[in-house]
C-alpha cells in the first residue's frame, strides 16, 4: 500500500491543487477540484502534500465504506486508514460527504468500539455536515447496533455540531424519536439538551409535557429536564403550570468533548488561508482574536429576521419573539423559487448589510421600491467604507486583504443591482484626496465606474480633480486604468439613460427638460474631462499605442451615443487626440480612429435627419460648432488617407496645414502623398507586402505602382487584412465616384 | 462645448424637485446637500442661554456630570419608538444574559443577573425636533441578597440628538436620530448593548474622534463661558509627534486670564468664527513660545480641559458644569453628525 502510494505520487507532481486547499467551496461542489482550474495557482511543495493528502482521504473514505464486518483491530489497513481521517480531520476538518460513510460505519457496530469512538471524535466538520447523514444515523441509533457509549458520544456529537447541520427540517421531523430515547437514563441528560437545541413551539404537546412531569417525578429534580421544561413553558406558558425555578446557573452538562476546539482550530485556519468571504452560517460566533476595538472588524453580518416587531404584538401585552409569525424568515430562503413563492411576505433582515452577500435577497431589493431599505443600506455602507479604510484611518493598512474583498464584494452587489451605491460615491469623493492611487487599485477604480450619474455634478472637484492629479503622476499602466474605468462610468450612465428613457415612456413623469439637460451637461463633462487627460497623457508618455488604444475605445462609446444610447450628444474628440490617432505609426490605432470617424458620421446623419424631418418636436440640436469640427477632422482625414493634400486643405487651427516652403525645407521628396494609405507609416507594412505579393520579383519597392486598379486591389488586401474600420471609413466618407478627379470627402452637410 | 445644449436649471433644485430622478442610484440625496465632506463650518452660533435653569432641574442631569464617557457617532435607529422602551429594556437583559451564557435559550422578561433600565432623558434636547434622549443603564444584583437590595450601577450610555435638525429634517419617518452616543463602563457591556442596537435596530455605530481642530473650538467656546465659582485652570496638552518616546506638554491658563484674552478676540457676541478660534490659538501659541522658545503650532492638542468639560481627541468627554451641558452636546451632536454623512 505504502508503494502504491509513493508510486502515484509523482505520476502528477504538477497537479497541484489550490492555494485553497482549505476553500470550503472547493468541499461543496464536490470535493474535487477541477485541475485545469488549479493549474494557474502557485505551485509549493505544501500543496502537492496537500493533494495527496486528499487523495489518501478519498481512499480512506472508500475503504470504510465497503469495510467488512469484524476487522481486526491490528489490522494494519483499517489502522492506516483510520490515521489519515483523524490527522486530516484535525487539520482541515471533513468534507460534507465524508459523514454520512463515517456515520454509518461507526454506528453500524461493525468495527470495535474504540475504532467507532475514534472515528466520531474526528468528525470535525470544514464546512457544514449534510442533513441527511445525520437522519441515517439516528436510525441506526433506532436499531441499536452500536453501544451504549458509542450512542452517548453520538448525541455529544451532535449537541456540538448542531450549528453546522445545513438543514433542520428533516431532522425535526425526528423530534418524537429522540424523545422516546428520553426513557434511557443515561441518555436522557443528553437527549434533553438535544430536545432543547430542537424544540420550536409547535413541538411543544400536552403528552410531551406529561412524559417530562412523569420523568420528573421518577428521577428527581434534574437540570436538564427542567430545562426542557422550562422552554416548554417559555413557549406555551398555559400548558406549563408548574413554577420553575428562575434562575439556574447550568442546565446542561458539556457535552462539546474533544470536537468544540477541533472545529474552532479548524475554522481559524481555513479563514486564514481563504481570502473569500465565507457565508456565515454562524452569526454570532464570529473570531474575537484580533485585537481590535469593539466594531472596528469589517463583518458583514448574517442574514436574520428582522425581531423588531414589537408593534403588531402590543395587543398580546408581552414581547413575544417566538411566535410564527406571518412573514417568511429570510434564514429559510435558500432558492430562487422560495423567493418567488414567498416574495409577498418576505422581509428584509434585521441588518440591511446582509443583503450583499444574498443574490437572493438582492433580487427582492431590485422589486422593491421602499427607499428605506437603501437608506439603511447607506447608513451601514458609508459608515464601514470610512472605517474600514486602509489609507483613511491609520493603523488599518495590515487589514489591506480584507478590505479589499469588502471593496469587491460592494463592487459586485453594484453590478448585480446595475447600479451605483450614493454611500460608495460619498466614499470615492471624500477618500480619493488621499488616495496614493496603489492601495486596492483596481477595486477602487472599478467603484469608480459605478458612481451614480446625479444631476448636479459635484465631480469637478471631488473627482476629476483628485484623479487627474493621480492620473498625471503615474505610470502608464495605472493612466490606462483609470481610462478603462472612465469608459465603463460613461456606459453604466448612458444604459441608466436608455433604462430611464424606456420606463418613463411608460409612465408620465414629470417633464424631462431638467434631467435631460442636466445628464447631458454631466456626461459631456466627463468626456471633455477624458479628452483633456487623453491630451497631456499622450504628450507625457509620448504617443503609445497601447494608451491610444485605451483613449479610442473610449471614443467608441462617444461616437455613437446618439443611436445607441439616444443621448442627444456627440462631441468630437480634441485635436490632441485625434491627430495623434491619425499620424500613428500603427495601423490598429489608425484603423480604430476610422471606424470612430466613421460612426460620428453615422450618427451625426441620423441626427440631421430627424432635425429635418421633425417628426417629433426635438428639445436638442447638436450645434453647428459639433458639426464644423467633425467637417474640419474629415477633411483632414480624406486629405491624409486619400487625396493626399492635407497639407493645404487642413482647415484645423491645430491641423497639418502646412506652406509649401516650409515642407521643402524638410527634403522629403514626395511629401504630398507621404500619409496616403500607401505611406502612411501606419500602413507601409502593408504596402510593402501587397508588393511582393503582386510583383514577386520586384526587389525595387516601387509603391508608385499602387495606383488605378491595383489601388482598388490594394484596398481589398487592406481589407481582407482585417482593417474593418478603415474599410467602412472608405465606403461611407470617401465619394469613389468622382475617384478620377480627387476624390471629394463626401462631407455631411450643414 | 459651449452652445451644445441648453443650460442646466438649477442643479440643486433639480435634485430637491425630482428626489430619485436623475440619479443611477436609490439613496438619500441629502447629506450631500452640505457638500462639505467632513470639512468644518467657518462659524457657529453659541447654544443660547442655558436652558438649565429654565426648563430643567439640574439635579436630573447630575449623574451625567464628572465621568468619563466615551463618544460614539450612530446612524438614524431603524423602527426605534420611545413608547417601547420597557420592552427594549426587557429585550435587552435577555440578549445580554443570552450573550453571557451563549446557546442556551433565555426567557424573556424573568429576573436576571443584570437588570437593564432603558428611559428617556426629556431635558436633554436642543430643539423642538430634536428626539429625547435614551438613557441606558446595566445594573447588577448580586445573587445572594434579595430582590429590593441594593442595585450596583455598572454601566450606561445614552443616545442624544442636540440641535440635530441637520440630520433629522432629512429622515423618513421611520428613522430616529439619535447621533450621539456616550458610554461609561466596561467596553464588553458597550460592546454587547451597541451589538443589540445594531441588529435591532439596523444603525451603526462608530468610535467619535474629536480633531484638534475641534479641540481649539472647544477651548475658545468653553473659556468665553461665564461660570459663578472660582473657576478651575484651563489646561491643554499637547503631544509631541516622531519622538521616541511619548512627550506631552501641558499648558495651563488661570481662567480669567483666558477670558480676557478671548473677550480682545471675539468680535460679535453669540457667534464664534474659525478665525476668531485661531486668532485665540495663536495667541496661546505665542505666549507658550516667549517663555519655552517651543513652538506649540508644530505639536498636536490631544486634551481640553475647562471648568466647563474636558474633552480628548480619542473622544473622550467629561462633562463638569450642568447649565453648560446641553451647550457642549450641542457641538458633540454637530461633529457626530458629520462622521454619520
Known sequence: ?750 | APGLVPAMESADGAVRTLPSIGRLSRGPTFGRAHGRFGLSPSGRLLPPAPRSQENADPQRTAFLLRKQWTLYSVTPLYRFSDTHLRDYARLLSAFIAAEKQKGLAVEVGVELDIKVSVSSLPDMKGSDQDQAAILVQLSSRSAASSKNSEEKLIWSGWFCCVSGDDLSENVPEDFTCLPLFLANGGESYTSIVGSWFQKTFDCCFRRLAISPLNLTWMAAMWTGCKVDKTASAMELVFSVPCLPQPLNISYAIHPEDAKALWDTVQKTPGEITQEEVDVFMDCLYSHFHRHFKIHLSATKLVKVSTAIASAHCDGIIKFLQSQYLTGVLMLLTELAISQIQ
Not at chain 1, 441588518?351 to 427582492?364: A, I
Not at chain 1, 446623419?605 to 474640419?632: G, M, R, W
Request: charged letters at 20%; glycine letters at 4%; one cysteine or more.
Open chain 1, 1 to 750: 500500500m505504502q508503494r502504491r502510494q509513493s508510486s502515484k505520487t509523482p505520476k502528477q507532481p504538477l497537479q497541484i491543487h489550490h492555494k485553497n486547499q482549505t476553500d470550503l467551496s472547493a468541499w461543496r461542489k464536490g470535493g474535487r477540484i477541477d485541475p485545469e482550474k488549479s493549474v494557474q495557482n502557485h505551485q509549493s511543495p505544501t500543496n502537492q502534500k496537500s493533494d495527496s493528502k486528499q487523495d489518501s482521504l478519498e481512499q480512506a473514505l472508500s475503504y470504510f465504506e465497503k469495510v467488512q464486518d469484524h476487522v481486526s483491530l491490528k489490522n494494519n489497513v483499517l489502522q492506516k486508514h483510520l490515521t489519515t481521517v483523524e490527522s486530516i480531520a484535525l487539520q482541515r476538518g471533513l468534507p460534507p460527504e465524508g459523514f454520512d460513510v463515517l456515520l454509518n460505519v461507526a454506528l453500524s457496530g461493525k468495527l470495535a468500539d474504540t475504532v467507532n469512538t475514534r472515528l466520531l471524535k474526528s468528525l470535525v466538520p470544514a464546512s457544514v455536515i449534510p442533513e441527511t447523514s445525520v437522519v441515517s444515523s439516528v436510525s441506526w441509533l433506532c436499531v441499536s447496533k452500536c453501544s451504549g457509549n458509542i450512542q452517548l458520544l453520538f448525541l455529544r456529537w451532535l449537541i456540538t455540531v448542531f450549528d453546522f447541520i445545513d438543514h433542520k427540517e428533516q431532522l425535526h421531523a425526528l423530534y418524537g424519536f429522540f424523545f422516546s430515547f428520553l426513557q434511557d437514563e443515561k441518555m436522557c441528560p443528553y437527549v434533553c439538551h438535544l430536545l432543547y437545541l430542537l424544540t420550536r413551539k409547535e413541538s411543544v404537546k400536552p403528552f410531551r409535557i406529561r412524559r417530562l412531569l412523569d420523568l420528573q417525578a421518577k428521577m428527581g429534580m434534574q437540570s436538564h429536564l427542567q430545562a426542557l421544561l422550562s422552554l416548554y413553558k417559555l413557549f406555551c406558558p398555559e400548558l406549563v403550570t408548574i413554577t420553575l425555578p428562575g434562575k439556574m446557573k447550568t442546565y446542561f452538562k458539556n457535552s462539546e468533548g474533544p470536537w468544540k476546539a477541533a472545529i474552532n482550530a479548524v475554522r481559524r485556519r481555513n479563514q486564514e488561508n481563504s481570502p473569500v468571504l465565507q457565508p456565515l452560517f454562524l452569526g454570532t460566533a464570529q473570531p474575537q482574536s484580533r485585537k481590535r476595538k469593539w466594531n472596528t472588524q469589517l463583518i458583514i453580518p448574517a442574514s436574520s429576521t428582522n425581531k423588531n416587531n414589537l408593534e403588531e404584538d402590543r395587543e398580546k401585552n408581552r414581547v413575544d419573539l417566538y411566535s410564527t409569525n406571518e412573514s417568511f424568515p429570510v434564514e429559510q430562503l435558500q432558492t430562487f423559487s422560495q423567493l418567488l413563492q414567498n416574495i409577498h411576505h418576505l422581509e428584509f433582515p434585521s441588518q440591511m448589510g446582509s443583503v450583499l452577500t444574498n443574490p437572493l435577497l438582492l433580487h427582492y431589493m431590485n422589486c422593491t421600491k421602499d427607499e428605506s431599505i437603501y437608506l439603511r443600506l447607506y447608513y451601514w455602507m458609508g459608515q464601514t467604507l470610512q472605517e474600514e479604510c486602509t489609507w483613511c484611518v491609520a493603523d488599518n493598512n495590515q487589514y489591506e486583504e480584507e478590505f479589499k474583498d469588502f471593496l469587491e464584494t460592494v463592487y459586485k452587489t453594484e453590478c448585480f443591482l446595475q447600479e451605483g451605491f450614493s454611500s460608495c460615491e460619498e466614499f470615492l469623493y471624500k477618500s480619493l484626496p488621499l488616495w496614493d492611487g496603489f492601495c486596492c487599485r483596481s477595486q477602487i477604480l472599478r467603484l469608480v465606474s459605478w458612481i451614480p450619474l446625479s444631476s448636479f455634478s459635484e465631480m469637478k472637484s471631488h473627482l476629476y480633480d483628485p484623479l487627474a492629479q493621480l492620473f498625471f503622476t503615474s505610470s502608464l499602466y495605472f493612466k490606462c486604468s483609470v481610462l478603462e474605468s472612465l469608459k465603463e462610468l460613461l456606459q453604466n450612465w448612458l444604459n441608466w439613460h436608455v433604462i430611464h428613457l424606456d420606463s418613463e415612456s411608460d409612465s408620465q413623469v414629470h417633464s424631462l427638460n431638467t434631467t435631460l439637460s442636466g445628464l447631458v451637461n454631466v456626461v459631456a463633462e466627463l468626456i471633455h474631462f477624458v479628452g483633456w487627460i487623453s491630451t497631456v497623457a499622450l504628450r507625457l508618455e509620448n504617443n503609445p499605442t497601447f494608451l491610444l488604444y485605451f483613449i479610442l475605445d473610449f471614443y467608441e462609446t462617444v461616437c455613437d451615443m446618439y443611436l445607441r444610447y439616444n443621448l442627444p450628444l456627440l462631441i468630437m474628440p480634441p485635436a490632441g487626440v485625434f491627430y495623434p490617432a491619425l499620424l500613428s505609426m500603427d495601423s490598429v490605432s489608425l484603423n480604430q480612429l476610422c471606424y470612430i470617424m466613421y460612426r460620428y458620421r453615422t450618427n451625426l446623419v441620423a441626427a440631421k435627419e430627424n432635425e429635418l424631418s421633425k417628426t417629433k418636436i426635438l428639445q436638442f440640436k447638436f450645434s453647428s460648432q459639433t458639426y464644423q469640427e467633425y467637417n474640419q477632422y474629415i477633411i483632414a482625414m480624406v486629405g491624409c488617407l486619400w487625396t493626399s493634400s492635407v497639407f493645404q486643405k487642413d482647415i484645423h487651427p491645430q491641423g497639418l496645414r502646412m506652406d509649401d516652403e516650409l515642407l521643402k525645407k524638410t527634403t522629403v521628396q514626395e511629401f504630398k502623398t507621404s500619409f496616403n494609405i500607401v505611406y502612411h507609416p501606419a500602413m507601409m507594412g502593408y504596402a510593402v507586402l501587397f508588393l511582393q505579393q503582386a510583383w514577386p520579383d520586384d526587389t525595387t519597392f516601387n509603391f508608385s505602382l499602387i495606383k488605378g486598379k491595383k489601388w482598388n486591389w490594394y484596398l481589398e488586401y487592406l481589407y481582407a487584412q482585417g482593417l474593418k474600420g478603415l474599410k467602412v471609413f472608405i465606403e461611407s466618407s470617401i465619394n469613389r465616384v468622382s475617384q478620377a478627379s480627387h476624390s471629394k470627402a463626401g462631407n455631411v452637410q450643414v
